[in-house]
């Protein structure tokens, strides 16, 4: 874990892609330390005093690789009391604070495969990582599986489908719960069964999990069940 | 909108700075009457201030200044990992007894083992290898530089050697590039001991970006103060975690002083063969202590920190004062010698006595102690002649000879950034007429 920093942040754009699922910009305005794509902060609405408590937060993966930090991304989906509160009250130009980073989700892969499961919000830190070897040489094979509800709450995927375009080593398979026709993705919800059977012939990989807690625990479940051992599983759960 | 408070604390800021000035700036230096001290505290208003304002938050532990100053020194250092402990001899202790954690499987430091380090320093090197049951293997070292002798380090590499643990004496680095090739050939953990030299440099990088762990102290004879103070330095995550774990009691939740639920699992996990979800506040992955920072201290390394550049700049250019000032007595004297390659931040001047030339140490130091030039030894000399080390554990490879050397003839006077050129001046006087009086 890196040094932590708190700063205020001025929320910068704000886009509501659905009633329940918001991309944010955050400028801080305090020089904040880098950060490890993976890694999370903590947002608070409440004004934070030094001298006082830090006050109730959520926690977020930063959905963006800056390396100056900048900038940080968040993506939320309204999932409880606090990201309800999150969605009836934010505004561009308003103040947060945040804190940062923390996790060790981090993409430290022991193999030369990377699989990369993402249910829903639950892409945020494939994309700080995604948006981070973008101009990059790749030096692994990276399989991400992604599903979402439907087509607009599939955040990232310009991003996704640029790096498909230049790293012949990125595979990608997109899945939809429901499905308007579009043969570019796959119907249903992810299975894990189908996704190693598509890896069976890659040999040793490190299995990287993020999304809601239901799915994390059923891909960590079947893939220890596949005879894959704990430590090549990475899961990102809060929560 | 300002409130009340804050204007009031404005108010007493401002008569902080006040105070300094009439209480703290230093005086003119008189000849007559002044001792040159060998190191001491350098600082002005804004520390006071800080320091200050710290307490009007009253935060006390961990807080607002503890997380910039451990921002700023990761940053001067270009590493991602500063974690503040109450002294630079604590930072010794977390950093060694880090690497014995479990979490580090079949690297991990186990009871036995043997770590290279050399006799001749500060004993807060060599303790926590025998507070941890691991076996210090001692190396001689090299006169001039005070250095581990790095001809000797592979020599004294057994089967059982799984670390090497060494300080940057005085700010001089040892051979990075020796010691660094050794680590790697043979998987050894490196920590570097760089409580003397925050800011000294091997091959233009900065000591203590080198190893897998280094250590600073902020005690007030070292480059930066905060009173009582140091660190852990690294890069790895996983290294850095378990520090914070061992300095924090042993925890493994890493909330700060007042916060919950960091992780966002605090409720969720398994841990050993506690019931699940256990509160993760009080899950104990290490065998810990408490060894924290407050903010009060960070709050003073958060002003030093600021002169830091300044105060390296000032202790080299007052040891390159002292050396060609010195360089005439060479035929009595052995003057230091930076390590090839190197740029030392001089945490001191060291001294050895060129034992045929018929003085010795102590009349020299008594006579410059008399006019008020403090000297101190070279740390603890041979530290296994002291009666605290005699019957520890350990292992010697080839012989010692250059450690007693230093315990009986070496001495070192201050290069601080407190020293002006009227005090060094005054101390290359009383030299010259100690050998005008020979």
Same mark, same amino acid.
């Given at each position: 874990?890196?040094?932590?920093?708190?700063?205020?942040?001025?929320?910068?754009?704000?886009?509501?892609?659905?009633?329940?699922?918001?991309?944010?910009?955050? #400028?801080?305005?305090?020089?904040?330390?880098?950060?490890?794509?993976? #890694?999370?902060?903590?947002?608070?609405?409440?004004?934070?005093?030094?001298?006082?408590?830090? /006050?109730?937060?959520?926690?977020?993966?930063?959905?963006?690789?800056? /390396?100056?930090?900048?900038?940080?991304?968040?993506?939320?989906?309204?999932?409880?009391?606090?990201?309800?509160?999150?969605?009836?009250?934010?505004?561009?130009?308003? #103040?947060?604070?945040?804190?940062?980073?923390?996790?060790?989700?981090?993409?430290?892969?022991?193999?030369?495969?990377?699989?990369?499961?993402?249910?829903?919000?639950?892409?945020?830190?494939?994309?700080?990582?995604?948006?981070?070897?973008?101009?990059?040489?790749?030096?692994?094979?990276?399989?991400?599986? !992604?599903?979402?509800?439907?087509?607009?709450?599939?955040?990232?995927?310009?991003?996704?489908?640029?790096?498909?375009?230049?790293?012949?080593?990125?595979?990608?398979?997109?899945?939809?719960? !429901?499905?308007?026709?579009?043969?570019?993705?796959?119907?249903?919800?992810?299975?894990?069964?189908?996704?190693?059977?598509?890896?069976?012939?890659?040999?040793?990989?490190?299995?990287?999990?993020?999304? /809601?807690?239901?799915?994390?625990?059923?891909?960590?479940?079947?893939?220890?069940?596949?005879?894959?051992? #704990?430590?090549?599983?990475?899961?990102?759960?809060?929560? | 909108?300002?409130?009340?408070?804050?204007?009031?604390?404005?108010?007493?800021?401002?008569?902080?700075?006040?105070?300094?000035?009439?209480?703290?700036?230093?005086?003119?230096?008189?000849?007559?009457?002044?001792?040159?001290?060998?190191?001491?505290?350098?600082?002005?208003?804004?520390?006071?201030?800080?320091?200050?304002?710290?307490?009007?938050?009253?935060?006390?532990?961990?807080?607002?200044?503890?997380?910039?100053?451990?921002?700023?020194?990761?940053?001067?250092?270009?590493?991602?990992?500063?974690?503040?402990?109450?002294?630079?001899?604590?930072?010794?202790?977390?950093?060694?007894?880090?690497?014995?954690?479990?979490?580090?499987?079949?690297?991990?430091?186990?009871?036995?083992?043997?770590?290279?380090?050399?006799?001749?320093?500060?004993?807060?090197?060599?303790?926590?290898?025998?507070?941890?049951?691991?076996?210090?293997?001692?190396?001689?070292?090299?006169?001039?530089?005070?250095?581990?002798?790095?001809?000797?380090?592979?020599?004294?590499?057994?089967?059982?050697?799984?670390?090497?643990?060494?300080?940057?004496?005085?700010?001089?680095?040892?051979?990075?590039?020796?010691?660094?090739?050794?680590?790697?050939?043979?998987?050894?953990?490196?920590?570097?001991?760089?409580?003397?030299?925050?800011?000294?440099?091997?091959?233009?990088?900065?000591?203590?970006?080198?190893?897998?762990?280094?250590?600073?102290?902020?005690?007030?004879?070292?480059?930066?103060?905060?009173?009582?103070?140091?660190?852990?330095?690294?890069?790895?995550?996983?290294?850095?975690?378990?520090?914070?774990?061992?300095?924090?009691?042993?925890?493994?939740?890493?909330?700060?002083?007042?916060?919950?639920?960091?992780?966002?699992?605090?409720?969720?996990?398994?841990?050993?063969?506690?019931?699940?979800?256990?509160?993760?506040?009080?899950?104990?992955?290490?065998?810990?202590?408490?060894?924290?920072?407050?903010?009060?201290?960070?709050?003073?390394?958060?002003?030093?920190?600021?002169?830091?550049?300044?105060?390296?700049?000032?202790?080299?250019?007052?040891?390159?004062?002292?050396?060609?000032?010195?360089?005439?007595?060479?035929?009595?004297?052995?003057?230091?010698?930076?390590?090839?390659?190197?740029?030392?931040?001089?945490?001191?001047?060291?001294?050895?006595?060129?034992?045929?030339?018929?003085?010795?140490?102590?009349?020299?130091?008594?006579?410059?102690?008399?006019?008020?030039?403090?000297?101190?030894?070279?740390?603890?000399?041979?530290?296994?002649?002291?009666?605290?080390?005699?019957?520890?554990?350990?292992?010697?490879?080839?012989?010692?000879?250059?450690?007693?050397?230093?315990?009986?003839?070496?001495?070192?006077?201050?290069?601080?950034?407190?020293?002006?050129?009227?005090?060094?001046?005054?101390?290359?006087?009383?030299?010259?007429?100690?050998?005008?009086?020979?």
């Amino acid at each position: 874990m890196s040094v932590v920093v708190k700063s205020p942040c001025v929320v910068i754009y704000l886009k509501r892609i659905t009633e329940t699922l918001t991309i944010i910009e955050l #400028q801080p305005l305090k020089r904040l330390p880098k950060y490890k794509p993976g #890694q999370f902060l903590h947002l608070t609405l409440d004004y934070y005093d030094p001298a006082k408590n830090w /006050p109730e937060s959520r926690v977020f993966s930063i959905a963006n690789y800056d /390396p100056e930090v900048k900038t940080l991304r968040v993506i939320y989906s309204v999932k409880g009391k606090y990201t309800k509160l999150m969605n009836d009250n934010l505004q561009e130009n308003q #103040q947060v604070w945040v804190k940062m980073p923390y996790g060790d989700f981090t993409f430290n892969s022991i193999t030369d495969n990377m699989i990369f499961i993402a249910g829903g919000t639950g892409i945020t830190p494939f994309l700080s990582y995604l948006e981070s070897i973008k101009y990059k040489i790749p030096d692994k094979n990276i399989w991400l599986f !992604y599903g979402a509800k439907e087509k607009n709450c599939m955040v990232g995927e310009e991003l996704i489908d640029d790096i498909v375009l230049v790293n012949p080593r990125f595979k990608v398979k997109k899945y939809l719960e !429901y499905k308007n026709g579009n043969e570019r993705y796959e119907m249903g919800k992810l299975e894990a069964e189908k996704i190693l059977e598509e890896l069976q012939s890659i040999g040793e990989a490190d299995f990287y999990i993020s999304g /809601p807690p239901e799915m994390i625990q059923y891909f960590k479940q079947s893939i220890i069940d596949a005879g894959i051992k #704990q430590e090549f599983i990475h899961i990102d759960a809060w929560e | 909108m300002i409130n009340n408070s804050e204007i009031l604390k404005e108010q007493i800021l401002d008569l902080c700075k006040q105070y300094y000035e009439l209480k703290h700036k230093p005086d003119d230096f008189n000849i007559n009457k002044d001792k040159v001290y060998y190191a001491g505290r350098v600082f002005d208003y804004s520390e006071i201030q800080n320091l200050v304002s710290a307490s009007l938050d009253f935060w006390l532990t961990a807080g607002q200044y503890t997380e910039e100053f451990e921002f700023n020194l990761a940053e001067f250092l270009g590493l991602s990992n500063a974690i503040t402990v109450n002294s630079g001899s604590s930072a010794n202790l977390v950093a060694i007894t880090a690497l014995t954690s479990s979490k580090l499987k079949d690297r991990r430091l186990k009871s036995g083992d043997e770590v290279i380090t050399v006799a001749a320093g500060f004993p807060s090197t060599v303790a926590p290898i025998v507070q941890n049951r691991l076996i210090p293997v001692f190396v001689d070292i090299e006169l001039g530089t005070y250095n581990v002798n790095t001809e000797l380090v592979e020599k004294a590499i057994s089967p059982e050697t799984k670390a090497i643990f060494l300080a940057h004496t005085l700010g001089n680095p040892f051979n990075l590039d020796i010691i660094m090739h050794l680590a790697k050939k043979y998987n050894l953990w490196l920590i570097e001991d760089n409580c003397d030299a925050l800011g000294s440099r091997y091959k233009e990088k900065l000591t203590g970006t080198f190893g897998d762990l280094a250590t600073c102290s902020f005690y007030p004879a070292h480059h930066i103060t905060t009173g009582e103070g140091g660190a852990v330095v690294c890069e790895d995550e996983e290294l850095a975690k378990i520090c914070k774990s061992v300095r924090d009691w042993g925890r493994d939740c890493y909330c700060v002083g007042g916060e919950s639920n960091t992780c966002g699992k605090r409720f969720s996990q398994q841990y050993g063969t506690l019931p699940y979800g256990y509160d993760h506040k009080y899950v104990y992955s290490e065998i810990g202590y408490n060894l924290k920072m407050t903010d009060l201290q960070s709050a003073i390394g958060c002003a030093q920190i600021k002169k830091l550049n300044s105060f390296i700049n000032k202790r080299i250019n007052n040891f390159s004062y002292l050396l060609s000032r010195l360089k005439q007595f060479e035929d009595f004297l052995i003057l230091p010698q930076a390590t090839e390659f190197s740029d030392p931040a001089w945490f001191a001047f060291p001294i050895t006595i060129k034992n045929n030339k018929g003085i010795t140490r102590n009349q020299i130091t008594s006579y410059l102690e008399e006019n008020r030039v403090e000297t101190r030894n070279l740390f603890s000399g041979n530290l296994l002649r002291h009666p605290g080390f005699l019957n520890i554990e350990h292992r010697v490879s080839g012989m010692l000879t250059n450690s007693d050397i230093i315990t009986n003839d070496t001495f070192f006077i201050g290069c601080y950034p407190g020293l002006d050129e009227i005090r060094l001046n005054y101390i290359c006087d009383v030299f010259s007429s100690f050998f005008n009086s020979l």
